[in-house]
């Protein structure tokens, strides 16, 4: 929302000499933040209003050319050329006087062109630096009427003028005009304002100036319309009009449509105004059907839904309510004849139309937040005094105004609930005093209060709302900074020293942490290639998405991962190894929450079941890493990552969680069927899988658009049962005994089982087994492996004969032959 002070200043009575600093302070104090103050560019020396006397035409050159007679307020007018052609004779313009500087160091003097002298110049906007428009010249106004010429043009141009662009949040709709925030300046710095909206609207007689019907009250509960004829279709806004709308940010359309604009930045009502002589029959306030169409004015034809709220008449839609008009009522250069529209619309309705058509404006902003349901004639009354004012408009017939609204509800509240909330102590006079500034009407029973909050404050339902009210109204800075005593803790959980402990032993082994947001979409599981009866695929679905391709929470680390993986290789890396451990949420069947009031704690029934309702939140951990693992320079060519490292990743979790993991082949999507592992550890004596790592299927990679042979793992790291107590070794003092051991296996057969065996034939000597080799190709034959293992023998107590340490070998290598069939190699 942006602010011109000197609009400002005629609602309230700014004190003299108030400075931009201490005006930024007092909207902070406000809760209202400042994003920016602009000021206009310097302009300096003589600038002044002249008023045109004569026009030369000058025809003897290449391009039109004027010679003008301006009277700046001096006994004789200027001579000044100029090429613009959009004013005449009798017009007001900006004129810069020799000596004038204007922005960009545009120094003016009198000078020589065209065969005539130019004793200064006509302005437009731009070279004034109040604008963009560079087509003409800038008319301050026609006619007799306007600034004497020679007025000093700087204020009435508004370059001593400052805008504050004020950031609102969305509770506070009624801070979205002019009358919202000059009642909470003038409250902030003790000073008198008047209401722009308080006024009488004039009796019109007759009868209504259209048949109007509301099919839908409840989404729209006040509605009111004007009929208005005999506009001037020539009548431009007045400069002071434009200037205010450009300081907001708007551009200049046409006068009916500029009027709408001033007067709902002025009172916070959006308007909007119809040709009349285009509308067929009576006006219907409607639901659409399903498939309906409706051309807005930016010319977008858009397909509506039963949920969309319209505009319509005899022939159709003719606005999509509270959000936009249709292009076949719009007014154009010759409407004479006008309905202006004012209405209250259910903001969530309105909130709902601007994100599914992706079609923000002005007036959606101010509907979705709320808007004042009493000023809608109030507002057509203004409107309707500008156009008469400027366009010679004038009323026909009586206003329509059908209103179904009921009483505003009544909050009960303990006039001691601010203090004790805020830790100020505000008396109970206080409060109420507060309470009615804001504009509430208050009814006191000791220190009992009933508040019924004002039209304009629809965010106002709750006692905490008043505490809120209260608190900032007071200001911010009378609350006393405490800090409080940390009672004393019993250190991180056990969980939670796991989960800091596996994060860093993923950063020391080289991987990047990358969180991301936990939402996601069907379509990226699509990519992903999970099946649909797979467990993943069941969402949890938010109420309010952030957007609207990523409705879902998450039920799986890697969407964030690879989406975190592309981005980066869009920027031009290469060699990728990222991480993030975080919550997934698996959907399901879950309890439906309630929804507790803000006016007292929870009991412990509502507590139980809103916990209940909480859906699983298991704590993961994955990977996905592309490019080389190793780096190439002059020590060696470097080695792509492949995925044994993604295995190994999952050991270096599994590591510092103090747990074995046995790795075996499996398959998940979205990894490669032939290049997959299950992860799986051992609780209470069963094997469960509790993750999967290796190389991502290729179509998957295509999809996703990351590099072939990326790879990825993930696990469900609070399924790792718990490490035990950790027993440190025995050093024995006696030799090792080292043997070596190649062994042929079939290639199917796991490594993990392989290990296995040979652990448990070996037996209590064996101290160390290590897999230093894995080969395939001749000699060895097609369908086996050639596995080799280092074995440590070593004896606690003693010094190990040949004959002990070569029994545990073979007792070793005879335990994988009966297990898996493996053969030791000659």
């Not at 000499?17 to 302070?25: I, K, N, R, V, Y």
């Not at 060699?575 to 507790?596: I, K, N, R, S």
Request: charged share 20%; glycine share 10%; with cysteine.
């Amino acid at each position: 929302m942006k602010l011109p002070v000197s609009w400002l200043s005629e609602y309230v009575d700014i004190p003299a000499g108030t400075t931009a600093e201490e005006l930024d302070a007092a909207f902070v104090g406000l809760g209202l933040e400042v994003e920016e103050v602009h000021r206009p560019p310097e302009t300096t020396g003589p600038l002044v209003v002249g008023r045109v006397r004569e026009i030369e035409e000058l025809t003897s050159f290449k391009k039109p050319i004027r010679y003008c007679q301006v009277d700046v307020g001096e006994a004789e007018p200027r001579g000044i050329v100029c090429g613009a052609r959009n004013f005449a004779v009798d017009d007001l313009v900006a004129v810069a006087l020799p000596g004038a500087v204007l922005p960009g160091d545009f120094a003016i003097a009198a000078r020589r062109t065209y065969d005539h002298v130019s004793d200064g110049m006509i302005c437009s906007v731009r070279e004034l630096g109040i604008g963009e428009d560079h087509a003409g010249i800038l008319v301050l106004g026609s006619g007799g009427d306007g600034p004497a010429p020679g007025t000093p043009a700087a204020g009435l141009l508004g370059l001593d003028d400052v805008v504050f662009d004020l950031e609102v949040t969305p509770d506070r709709g009624y801070a979205m005009s002019l009358r919202g925030i000059a009642r909470d300046l003038a409250g902030a710095l003790g000073v008198a304002w008047r209401d722009p909206a308080a006024l009488s609207p004039p009796v019109w007689s007759g009868e209504p100036g259209w048949v109007v019907e509301v099919a839908d009250p409840a989404r729209c509960d006040r509605f009111s319309m004007v009929a208005m004829e005999r506009l001037n279709p020539t009548a431009s806004s007045p400069w002071e009009l434009r200037r205010r709308l450009a300081q907001c940010g708007i551009r200049s359309i046409s006068l009916a449509v500029d009027v709408t604009n001033y007067v709902m930045f002025e009172l916070g009502q959006p308007m909007h105004a119809f040709d009349r002589d285009t509308l067929t029959g009576p006006i219907t306030v409607r639901r659409a059907a399903a498939g309906e169409r409706l051309t807005t004015l930016d010319g977008v034809v858009r397909t509506l839904t039963d949920d969309d709220l319209l505009i319509a008449d005899g022939s159709g839609p003719i606005g999509l309510a509270g959000v936009m008009g249709g292009a076949t009522t719009e007014i154009g250069n010759g409407t004479s004849s006008v309905l202006l529209e004012a209405a209250h619309w259910e903001p969530t309705g309105i909130s709902r139309a601007v994100r599914r058509h992706k079609l923000p404006s002005e007036a959606a902003k101010r509907f979705e937040r709320g808007t004042d349901p009493d000023v809608t004639v109030v507002a057509l009354a203004r409107a309707a005094a500008l156009l008469a004012e400027h366009g010679g408009a004038r009323v026909v017939g009586g206003p329509v105004d059908l209103d179904v609204r009921g009483p505003r509800p009544v909050i009960s509240m303990d006039a001691g609930l601010p203090g004790r909330i805020a830790g100020v102590a505000y008396s109970p006079g206080q409060v109420a005093d507060v309470l009615r500034a804001i504009g509430a009407t208050v009814e006191s029973d000791g220190d009992r209060l009933a508040v019924t909050p004002p039209s304009w404050r629809g965010d106002l339902t709750d006692p905490a709302d008043l505490v809120e009210e209260v608190v900032r109204y007071v200001g911010f800075d009378e609350i006393p900074s405490v800090l409080p005593t940390a009672p004393p803790g019993r250190g991180l959980t056990e969980r939670q020293r796991r989960r800091r402990s596996i994060g860093r032993a993923l950063a020391d082994a080289g991987y990047v942490e990358a969180p991301s947001y936990p939402f996601i979409g069907a379509a990226v599981l699509d990519d992903l290639g999970v099946p649909e009866d797979d467990d993943r695929r069941t969402l949890t679905l938010l109420r309010n998405p952030l957007s609207e391709e990523q409705p879902a929470l998450r039920t799986t680390l890697l969407p964030g991962l690879l989406a975190t993986l592309a981005r980066n290789l869009a920027r031009g890396q290469r060699d990728l190894a990222v991480f993030e451990h975080g919550v997934v949420f698996p959907g399901g069947a879950g309890a439906q929450a309630p929804v507790p009031g803000v006016d007292r704690r929870p009991d412990d029934d509502v507590l139980a079941t809103l916990l209940g309702a909480v859906p699983p939140q298991p704590w993961h951990v994955g990977v996905v890493l592309t490019g080389h693992r190793e780096p190439r320079g002059w020590w060696g060519p470097g080695r792509p990552a492949g995925w044994a490292d993604a295995v190994q990743a999952a050991r270096v979790v599994a590591t510092a969680s103090g747990v074995a993991l046995t790795v075996r082949a499996g398959e998940r999507a979205p990894w490669h069927p032939g290049r997959c592992a299950e992860l799986v550890v051992t609780v209470d004596g069963a094997d469960r899988v509790i993750g999967y790592a290796g190389e991502l299927h290729p179509r998957v990679c295509a999809a996703l658009e990351v590099p072939a042979r990326t790879c990825a793992m993930e696990l469900d790291a609070d399924a790792l049962p718990p490490a035990p107590v950790p027993v440190g070794p025995h050093v024995s003092s006696f030799p090792p005994v080292h043997m070596d051991a190649a062994l042929l296996v079939p290639a199917e057969q796991p490594e993990a089982a392989v290990r296995a065996a040979l652990v448990a034939g070996a037996g209590q000597l064996l101290e160390d087994l290590r897999l230093f080799d894995v080969y395939t190709g001749p000699p060895v034959p097609e369908g086996q492996r050639s596995l080799a293992y280092a074995f440590t023998f070593r004896a606690p107590d003693r010094t190990l004969t040949g004959e002990e340490a070569r029994a545990a070998f073979e007792g070793a290598v005879s335990a994988a032959a009966t297990a898996t069939a493996a053969v030791l190699r000659g």
